[in-house]
C-alpha cells in the first residue's frame, strides 16, 4: 500500500524564481492537503484540493497556488520566491467523506531560497 | 480562531523514565484532538486521537486524555525508550476546518 509520495525531496532555487513541488497521495485518498513547516515551527496550512479544485486556504498569499490532476495527484507552485519560503513542505493525503479521516503525510521537500 | 499550545523544548530523559507533553487548545466548537510524531528526516505520522470530551486515545504505550473541563491534551507515557526520541506535535479539528497543529515540542532520551 503505498504512502504518501513527493518530489523532489531536496531543491534549491534562487529569490525571484519559480517552483513546483509534487505529490502523489495514498491509495484510495482523494483530498490532498499542503503545509509550509518552517524550522522549528508546526505545519502551517496552505490549502486543501478535492475533485481538482481549491475548497479551503489558509493564510498565504497569491503566490501560493495549486492543482489537482483527474488520478488525484498534486502540485504546489510558489512565484516569485522569497528568502522566507524557505522551509519543508508537507503533503497528506485524507477522504473527503470522512470528516475525522487522519492526515497521513509525505516525508516532504525541503526547499531553500537563496 | 482555533489554536493550539504546547510546552516549549526541547526535552530530554533517561530511558525508562515517565514522560508528560503539556497540550492546551483554544477552539470555539468541540474539535477532535491529535497527537502526531515526526522523525528526524521523515514527515508527521498519526500517534493517536481522540474525538470527544473524555476519550483516551493510546498507541505504542502513549496516551493523552481528552479533558473539554481543562481544554487539554496532554501526552503520557509511563516508560520511554530511546527509539521514542522525536518532535511531537498536538493538532485539532474542528467540523468543516482543517487541521491545525501547535508548534512541536522535541523529545530526547537518552540511553
Known amino acids: 500500500d503505498a504512502g504518501v509520495t513527493q518530489s523532489p525531496t531536496h531543491l534549491i532555487k534562487t529569490r525571484g524564481q519559480q517552483v513546483t513541488l509534487r505529490c502523489s497521495p495514498k491509495?484510495?485518498?482523494?483530498?490532498v492537503s499542503w503545509y509550509q513547516q518552517a524550522l522549528g515551527q508546526g505545519p502551517q496550512f496552505i490549502f486543501q484540493?478535492?475533485?481538482?479544485?481549491?475548497?479551503q486556504r489558509g493564510n498565504f498569499p497569491d503566490r501560493f497556488s495549486g492543482h489537482q490532476f483527474p488520478n488525484y495527484s498534486s502540485e504546489l507552485n510558489v512565484n516569485a520566491l522569497l528568502l522566507g519560503d524557505s522551509a519543508l513542505y508537507l503533503c497528506?493525503?485524507?477522504?473527503?467523506?470522512?470528516?475525522?479521516?487522519?492526515?497521513?503525510f509525505g516525508n516532504g521537500t525541503r526547499l531553500t531560497v537563496t | 480562531g482555533d489554536s493550539v499550545t504546547q510546552m516549549e523544548g526541547p526535552v530530554t530523559l533517561s530511558e525508562e523514565a515517565f514522560l508528560t507533553i503539556n497540550c492546551t487548545y483554544t477552539?470555539?466548537?468541540?474539535?477532535?484532538l491529535f497527537w502526531y510524531v515526526q522523525y528526524p528526516g521523515e514527515g508527521l505520522q498519526l500517534l493517536l486521537k481522540?474525538?470527544?470530551?473524555?476519550d483516551k486515545g493510546s498507541n505504542k504505550g502513549f496516551e493523552a486524555t481528552y479533558r473539554k473541563e481543562t481544554t487539554s491534551f496532554h501526552l503520557e507515557k509511563g516508560s520511554v525508550q530511546v527509539s521514542d526520541s522525536a518532535v511531537y506535535f498536538c493538532?485539532?479539528?474542528?467540523?468543516?476546518?482543517?487541521?491545525?497543529f501547535g508548534p512541536g515540542t522535541r523529545l530526547s532520551v537518552l540511553p
Open positions: 481522540a474525538t470527544k470530551a473524555d
Open positions: 484540493y478535492y475533485e481538482e479544485e481549491e475548497r
Open positions: 497528506a493525503s485524507s477522504l473527503q467523506d470522512r470528516e475525522l479521516s487522519p492526515l497521513h
Open positions: 477552539a470555539t466548537g468541540y474539535p477532535s
Open positions: 493538532a485539532l479539528k474542528s467540523e468543516g476546518q482543517n487541521f491545525v
Open positions: 491509495s484510495g485518498h482523494d483530498t
